[in-house]
């Protein structure tokens, strides 16, 4: 069965980065996307940008573009977000997401990212 | 900007119908936006419940529909069940862009 695991809550100080994962299994991991979104607390859901796995190629909204980039590492099934320059307001929920032929399909569980000085 | 909108919010009766709808501020949805539609509840990750705007996964369950409908994306729920009370939100495809719409929270009373 498809599965994301994505890595744990973290703790960042503002003007950081961060980086989360998102393990893959139970499907070919080259033959999708991957897209991030996230979630501020009390808020909608936002879609942070897209990874094709099998050419690396990317794109992100523009409010993101610059701070964002997301990566895979086909000998693991991982994906990754880098948001960098953090603030306060880059406090959310983090998710990962297949994006097969415009389904977007499986989620991760999601990763709680605090920005606090 | 591109803008998607929903209903902030919908109240169904237990055993009714509700429909939910996804509009884009560039004019008609259409198939070419890909529509999907998730489901979530409070402290979970969404689930997904359809894709290309009539496409449901194997487990939405038969209650749910999506369609296209006057220029916009639809959700309808028929026979509305207690545990149908969720925030439900559109994703819609813009050339390379992935838009959310606000979410609409549907309250079943």
């Known amino acids: 069965q498809v599965q994301l695991v994505q890595s744990g809550t973290e703790v960042k100080k503002p003007g950081a980065s961060v980086k989360v994962s998102c393990k893959a299994s139970?499907?070919?991991?080259?033959?999708?996307?991957i897209s991030w979104v996230r979630q501020a607390p009390g808020h909608g859901l936002e879609w942070m940008g897209w990874?094709?796995?099998?050419?690396?190629?990317?794109n992100y909204p523009q409010r993101f573009q610059g701070r964002v980039t997301v990566t895979t590492d086909t000998s693991t099934s991982t994906a990754y977000m880098d948001l960098r320059s953090l603030r306060s307001d880059d406090t959310a929920v983090y998710y990962c997401?297949?994006?097969?032929?415009?389904?977007?399909?499986?989620w991760g569980q999601g990763t709680l990212v605090i920005v606090s000085s | 900007q591109t803008v998607v909108t929903q209903e902030p919010s919908l109240t169904v009766s237990p055993g009714g119908t509700v429909t939910l709808t996804c509009a884009s501020s560039?004019?008609?949805?259409?198939?070419?936006?890909?529509p999907n539609w998730f489901q979530q509840k409070p402290g979970q990750a969404p689930r997904a419940l359809f894709y290309?705007?009539?496409n449901k996964h194997s487990w939405t369950p038969a209650r749910f529909s999506g369609s296209l409908l006057g220029g916009k994306a639809a959700l309808t729920l028929s026979g509305v069940q207690p545990e149908d009370e969720a925030e439900y939100y559109c994703?819609?495809?813009?050339?390379?862009?992935?838009?959310f719409g606000g979410g609409t929270k549907l309250t079943v009373l």
């Open positions: 997401a297949r994006d097969y032929n415009y389904n977007v399909d499986f």
């Open positions: 139970g499907y070919i991991f080259s033959s999708s996307g």
């Open positions: 990874i094709n796995v099998h050419n690396g190629h990317t």
């Open positions: 560039t004019g008609a949805v259409t198939s070419g936006y890909y």
């Open positions: 290309s705007a009539t």
């Open positions: 994703l819609l495809y813009y050339g390379g862009d992935w838009v």
